[in-house]
């Protein structure tokens, strides 16, 4: 008969307990880090954008144009 799946050993994290997990951030390379994180966060956004008009300028120039005037 096959073990239970349910039942199997699962080693404990050290986040398990929050006096073995790191908790010091330097000042400076948190700073460092924060002057390009919205910079990455604003071209992310830009692209998206981007792509998004740049899809409905296709629709518009590949559906709507070769259909003419409807009536």
Do not use: K, Q, W
């Not at 994180?37 to 998206?48: H, S, Y």
Request: without cysteine; hydrophobic residues 55%.
């Amino acid at each position: 008969m096959p073990p239970d799946p349910v039942t199997h050993s699962n080693p404990p994290s050290a986040a398990d307990s929050p006096f073995d997990v790191a908790d010091e951030v330097d000042e400076a390379a948190l700073a460092a880090v924060m002057r390009y994180v919205p910079l990455g966060a604003g071209v992310l956004a830009g692209a998206a954008v981007a792509l998004l008009v740049l899809g409905y300028l296709l629709i518009y120039v590949l559906v709507f144009i070769p259909r003419g005037t409807v009536g």
